[in-house]
């Protein structure tokens, strides 16, 4: 195995320009953080603190100000079939049915380039097979409930056969117990119970510390303006993950040491008192 890391990113800045604004907003600030291949890495952090930002700028959407990102050791210089985007809203196309949204890549992409019409009708099967939508085929987005649709993003994202998941928030729409079922499947689906080079590589934004902690090899926490990586925790919980981990003192520690890395920020966000928090919460030292 070679020792080029999948996806590398070194003092990446990101500057923005607001509307009517004269002077720039530094968004992200010398970020850096090097991901395996096979890996599945989760960024928390309080709202703003440029986590879409950096997301974007691995997607290729758009462009580090300063600083290098690089996948397998070339630089990324825009979107490519080898990075799969998802978002939160689903981005399905509303008058195409299930399995059009999930041959959509194959059939206009570079991703179907070369494969029959058969090939692709093929691959689509195996991708809505997989997120467990056989049945759901010919329905229309407006038919499905949330969890399904994004099932179909997640089988469209995978038809297309990315070597990088980029993950934005991608549950963040859902009711918790759909959120909760659709994190094990998405487990299953990256690929933990087979062996590490066989996974795809995963990079997963979200607001939510036990969702991190239950899907992630590692957690990097990011602090808020500008953008930086605060902490970069390995969650060395044994995969397969159980829903009954949760409940585990291990996870628990796992979660309260995020939650005392960003509250302070995360209060300030939204205008809160920070010492309150603090004051009902049992704090650890390591
Ligand atoms: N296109 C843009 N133009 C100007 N400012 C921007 C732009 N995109 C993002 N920003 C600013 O950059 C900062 C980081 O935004 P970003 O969307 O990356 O945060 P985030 O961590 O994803 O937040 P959230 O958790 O709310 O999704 C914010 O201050 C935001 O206002
Ligand atoms: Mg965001």
Request: net charge neutral; with cysteine.
């Given at each position: ?5 999948k ?11 607001a509307a009517?604004?004269t ?8 970020f ?49 079939a080898?990075r ?21 890549g ?36 407006h ?5 399904m649709?994004q ?13 990088i998941l ?11 117990q ?20 066989q ?23 990011m ?6 990586v ?16 949760r ?10 040491r ?15 008192d ?13």
């Amino acid at each position: 195995m070679s020792n080029t890391p999948k996806l590398s990113l070194r003092g990446v800045s990101k500057q923005f320009l607001a509307a009517r604004a004269t002077t720039p907003t530094l968004a992200v600030a010398d970020f850096a953080l090097d991901v395996s291949a096979g890996e599945f890495v989760c960024i928390v952090g309080p709202s703003g603190c440029g986590k879409s930002t950096v997301m974007n700028m691995i997607a290729g959407l758009d462009t580090p100000s300063a600083g290098t990102i690089q996948m397998d050791g070339r630089a990324i210089t825009g979107p490519g079939a080898d990075r799969g985007v998802m978002f939160q809203d689903y981005a399905l196309m509303p008058w195409q049915t299930v399995a059009e949204n999930v041959g959509f890549g194959l059939a206009h992409g570079t991703p179907g380039e070369g494969l029959t019409k058969a090939q692709r009708e093929a691959r689509v099967r195996e991708y809505v097979e997989l997120v467990g939508l056989v049945g759901a085929e010919k329905k229309y987005p407006h038919q499905l409930s949330g969890g399904m649709r994004q099932r179909v993003a997640l089988a469209r994202l995978l038809a297309n056969g990315p070597e990088i998941l980029l993950l934005d928030e991608p549950l963040g729409a859902l009711d918790a117990q759909t959120r909760l079922i659709l994190q094990v499947e998405l487990l299953r689906i990256w690929g933990e119970t087979r062996a590490r080079e066989q996974r795809k590589t995963a990079i997963f934004i979200t607001h939510d510390i036990e969702e991190a902690v239950f899907l992630g090899d590692r957690v990097v926490v990011m602090s808020s303006h500008p953008g930086r990586v605060k902490a970069d925790i390995a969650i060395d919980l044994p995969r397969p993950r159980r829903e009954s981990m949760r409940g585990e003192a291990r996870f628990g520690e796992f979660t309260e040491r995020i939650w005392s890395l960003i509250r302070d920020e995360a209060y300030r966000a939204i205008g809160g008192d920070t010492g309150a928090a603090q004051n009902h919460t049992t704090e650890t030292t390591a």
